[in-house]
């Protein structure tokens, strides 16, 4: 796909490409050779450039620093999405991206200019997970999961993997949307036009080309805005520690002390049983299982901190990978090996714990509920 747009004084020439697909490898060379262009922008940030080029330093990463932060999540979400990518290339036969690292390639061998335009892919990231609610958080984090969400087989070859995702999930998730597809668009096409030239040559997925344009034609400049949130949740989530101990509360005035110690079996079952089996299905370490189980009870009770990052602390400073493994990490390309890898035990264990430790939060306050009003 290929879109001239005239800004007057200049020309830029965008490419739709698609993410794992030989032809928009030839085609991406094909209109840079024909253009001849001043300057050629893509899609991609440092990392992903490294990355693409093998560079990645995976044994640099602080995980245990990364759990602390809150940024294990991200991590996981973007190894899952990475993996899904790599089975598509396989498929077509190429290297996920291998359009975009052509194109940077082709342009330095003609002494072209490269203009890496893409935000950082850690920052849309953080961006888009930081603004999601926490029912959201973990709705999303169930999709990803392998298997968790086989609707996901069927994206097409003609769309970025990221993009894709957010054409399925926007309907429920709009802040996906809007970070990935509406504030990429307007930051590329921003980072383009700051940069001096007659022709320029744009190489994106096919799911950028609309909203870039209309950002060339109609430029104003990016600036970064809160994304507005009304679900309550957000907020209902801090009183929940609250419900529960007054739902004990209420057990102990109707029953004594023996409702209490009934009632508070039942919180601590479902929660070290949920939490407990999360830790187990991620293959983490015996004394992950054990800390899984002794806090889920508490942290169920305190919004701050759950049992998923907890759990994924303790096997990460325990049992942290080598640097063989880290270094690993740029190869895998399915999930059994991510999941002979520590760091896919470690973020299996955050992600287990965190789901299933939530959902026993659930339960928990829906079977304190029943216990207290009808036993």
Same mark, same amino acid.
């Given at each position: 796909?290929?879109?001239?747009?005239?800004l007057?004084?200049?020309?830029? *020439?965008?490419? &739709?490409t698609?993410? @794992?697909?030989?032809d $928009?490898? #030839?085609?991406v060379?094909?209109?840079?050779?024909e +253009?001849?262009?001043?300057?050629v922008g893509?899609e991609?940030?440092e990392n992903?450039?490294?990355?693409?080029?093998?560079?990645?330093?995976?044994?640099?990463?602080?995980?245990?620093?990364?759990?602390?932060q809150?940024?294990?999540?991200l991590?996981?979400?973007?190894?899952?999405?990475?993996?899904?990518?790599k089975k598509?290339?396989?498929?077509?036969?190429?290297?996920p991206?291998?359009e975009?690292?052509?194109?940077?390639?082709?342009?330095?061998?003609?002494?072209?200019?490269?203009?890496?335009?893409?935000?950082?892919?850690?920052d849309t990231f953080?961006?888009?997970?930081?603004?999601?609610?926490?029912w959201?958080?973990?709705?999303?984090?169930?999709?990803l *999961?392998?298997? &968790?969400?086989?609707? @996901?087989?069927?994206i $097409?070859? #003609?769309?970025?993997?990221?993009?894709?995702?957010? +054409?399925?999930?926007e309907?429920?998730?709009?802040?996906?949307?809007?970070?990935?597809?509406?504030?990429r668009?307007h930051i590329?096409?921003?980072r383009?036009?700051e940069?001096?030239f007659?022709?320029?040559?744009?190489?994106?997925?096919?799911a950028?080309?609309?909203?870039?344009?209309?950002?060339?034609?109609n430029?104003?400049?990016?600036q970064?805005k809160?994304i507005?949130?009304?679900?309550?949740?957000?907020?209902?989530?801090?009183?929940?520690?609250?419900?529960?101990?007054?739902?004990?509360?209420?057990?102990?005035?109707?029953?004594?002390?023996?409702?209490?110690?009934?009632l508070?079996?039942?919180?601590?079952?479902?929660?070290?049983?949920?939490?407990?089996?999360g830790?187990?299905?991620?293959?983490?370490?015996?004394?992950t299982?054990?800390?899984?189980?002794?806090?889920?009870?508490?942290?169920?009770m305190?919004?701050?901190?759950?049992?998923?990052?907890?759990?994924?602390y303790v096997?990460a400073r325990?049992?942290?990978?080598?640097?063989?493994?880290?270094e690993?990490?740029?190869?895998?390309?399915?999930y059994?090996e991510?999941?002979?890898?520590?760091?896919?035990?470690?973020?299996?264990?955050?992600?287990?714990?965190?789901?299933l430790?939530g959902?026993a939060?659930?339960?928990?306050?829906?079977?304190l509920?029943?216990?207290?009003?009808?036993?």
């Amino acid at each position: 796909m290929k879109r001239k747009v005239d800004l007057g004084d200049r020309e830029v *020439v965008l490419v &739709g490409t698609k993410h @794992v697909s030989k032809d $928009s490898v #030839e085609e991406v060379e094909t209109v840079i050779e024909e +253009e001849q262009p001043d300057i050629v922008g893509v899609e991609l940030d440092e990392n992903r450039l490294a990355s693409l080029e093998g560079k990645t330093k995976w044994k640099d990463i602080d995980l245990l620093e990364a759990i602390k932060q809150g940024q294990g999540y991200l991590l996981a979400a973007n190894l899952f999405l990475m993996i899904y990518q790599k089975k598509l290339g396989v498929k077509e036969g190429v290297k996920p991206g291998q359009e975009l690292l052509n194109a940077v390639e082709v342009a330095r061998n003609k002494d072209i200019d490269v203009e890496l335009l893409d935000r950082d892919i850690n920052d849309t990231f953080r961006r888009a997970y930081n603004n999601l609610t926490f029912w959201e958080k973990i709705k999303l984090l169930t999709g990803l *999961v392998p298997g &968790g969400n086989e609707g @996901v087989q069927e994206i $097409s070859l #003609e769309q970025d993997i990221l993009d894709a995702l957010v +054409e399925e999930l926007e309907d429920e998730f709009p802040t996906i949307s809007q970070v990935f597809l509406e504030e990429r668009n307007h930051i590329m096409a921003d980072r383009m036009l700051e940069e001096e030239f007659d022709k320029a040559v744009m190489v994106v997925g096919a799911a950028h080309i609309k909203g870039t344009v209309q950002h060339l034609k109609n430029h104003t400049p990016y600036q970064e805005k809160d994304i507005k949130k009304t679900n309550l949740l957000k907020y209902l989530k801090y009183g929940f520690s609250l419900g529960i101990i007054g739902l004990l509360s209420l057990g102990f005035m109707r029953g004594g002390v023996e409702q209490l110690i009934e009632l508070g079996v039942i919180w601590v079952a479902v929660n070290c049983i949920m939490s407990g089996l999360g830790a187990i299905l991620a293959r983490s370490h015996p004394k992950t299982w054990i800390t899984s189980v002794t806090v889920a009870p508490f942290t169920s009770m305190v919004p701050l901190i759950g049992a998923g990052m907890v759990a994924a602390y303790v096997e990460a400073r325990f049992h942290p990978p080598t640097v063989e493994e880290l270094e690993a990490m740029t190869e895998i390309s399915t999930y059994q090996e991510l999941m002979d890898n520590q760091v896919g035990v470690i973020l299996a264990t955050l992600v287990l714990v965190s789901i299933l430790g939530g959902f026993a939060t659930i339960l928990g306050g829906a079977l304190l509920t029943l216990a207290v009003l009808f036993f």
